[in-house]
């Protein structure tokens, strides 16, 4: 038998990253820091410092979910990304395209329509995504000889300044002001066809009217946010890769990371660290999750949960606000895959509030379950910050794709 050279005899995750280096289109699913290891034969770990105070211990590695996805443990969801978990980041591959009008455009593909054309590009399966394509606020790709993409419409301002402003201690919710970071014209949608097919691909422009040339000077930080979008912590044309800054949220009790791309509200748009992008507004209306036609699922995002980075039970925008931002507002979100069967990136927005009573009888606490909540709903322990009544949806949508459950 012949011997296998030495760089294949390395892990895999190892293996993936070598063959990036050689091959630079090549898409390695990897989690390529996951932070301090446990204790042999124990099953928990300590969570590593880009989640750390919220959660202390996360699922050690073996995982059941190695043998069954949708058991106990990590899921890298996103499989063309490397997850750096320590920094909480995402790497993903970087697609070039152009506008008509000659602008340059950069784009990531985070999910797709179809399932297998899903896996072939290790993007996320959205079959509901496919709901949300109108005429209105659906674009269109062709693809050059090149392996450009030729947009037919759709322009993104990368130039604003972002900038919230909290308002006075304790009410730190509403801000005093907000300023989104990027805005779309009312042509721009991440939602895109390519070609003549019928398959929706969820396809963020991330930098635009900016040279490759430029933005090779950014491959390892230094980013001007004049071009490109808040998320993005380093952007790199020559390997074909950009970093994007993850959130931490939960879903039916469980941590997960998701990236937040695209908004239809101002506010929430610089909250969210998003572009406001008004042609979401646009997108197709029904009642319930599941309803034929629905193409999106719900987050529920706290007015007035606990504050404190110290308090294991803080959440919501006011804790998120009082800390300047460092520490996100810990949304819950409806299904995902390897969970629920009604995933959908597009997410619409249920803001919601303790009650004056839940306050002072001592309930409010940390939920991370939409049942919960729910649940909570149902006492009038928990109310829609639209109208004090049940939780509802409030026309807000939030184009945030998961990348990475942790638990």
């Avoid at 005899?9 to 699913?29: G, V, Y």
Wanted: net charge neutral; charged share 20%.
């Amino acid at each position: 038998m012949n011997k296998v050279p030495s760089i294949f005899r390395k892990s895999n995750i190892t293996n993936c990253i070598l063959l990036a280096s050689l091959w630079s289109s090549l898409a390695c699913s990897a989690v390529i820091e996951r932070g301090q290891e446990g204790i042999p034969l124990e099953e928990g770990r300590p969570a590593p410092a880009s989640i750390f105070p919220d959660e202390h211990i996360i699922v050690a590695q073996p995982s059941p979910s190695e043998i069954n996805p949708s058991f106990l443990g990590p899921v890298l969801l996103m499989k063309s990304g490397q997850v750096d978990l320590a920094k909480g980041t995402v790497t993903l591959p970087l697609y070039e395209g152009n506008l008509p009008s000659g602008e340059k455009v950069w784009s990531i593909i985070t999910d797709i329509s179809d399932p297998y054309l899903a896996q072939l590009h290790g993007a996320v399966h959205s079959p509901k995504m496919a709901y949300g394509v109108t005429d209105q606020n659906a674009r269109s790709a062709q693809v050059a000889q090149d392996g450009t993409f030729i947009f037919n419409k759709g322009k993104v301002d990368f130039s604003p300044v972002l900038d919230i402003k909290p308002g006075k201690a304790p009410n730190y919710f509403p801000p005093k002001s907000t300023q989104y970071g990027s805005v779309g014209d009312n042509d721009y949608t991440p939602l895109v066809k390519i070609g003549n097919g019928s398959v929706v691909y969820n396809m963020p422009t991330i930098a635009e009217n900016i040279s490759a040339t430029t933005l090779n000077k950014m491959c390892h930080g230094a980013v001007d946010h004049n071009y490109v979008h808040d998320k993005v912590v380093s952007i790199c044309p020559e390997k074909k890769s950009v970093t994007l800054k993850m959130t931490l949220g939960y879903t039916f009790g469980k941590p997960v990371f998701y990236i937040s791309t695209d908004s239809n509200d101002k506010t929430i748009a610089a909250l969210e660290t998003s572009t406001y992008t008004p042609a979401l507004s646009k997108l197709p209306f029904a009642l319930e999750d599941a309803s034929p036609g629905e193409y999106a699922e719900r987050i529920y995002a706290f007015a007035n949960g606990p504050t404190g980075i110290d308090n294991p039970f803080r959440q919501g925008v006011n804790s998120a606000l009082s800390d300047k931002g460092s520490h996100g507002p810990l949304n819950v979100l409806g299904g995902i895959p390897t969970i629920n069967l009604d995933y959908s990136p597009m997410w619409r927005l249920f803001p919601v509030k303790w009650t004056d009573k839940a306050i002072e009888q001592g309930y409010r606490t940390k939920l991370t379950n939409a049942f919960d909540i729910e649940n909570a709903a149902s006492k009038v322990l928990v109310v829609s910050l639209v109208d004090g009544k049940s939780p509802k949806a409030a026309g807000i949508i939030i184009n945030c794709p998961v990348v990475y459950r942790i638990n």
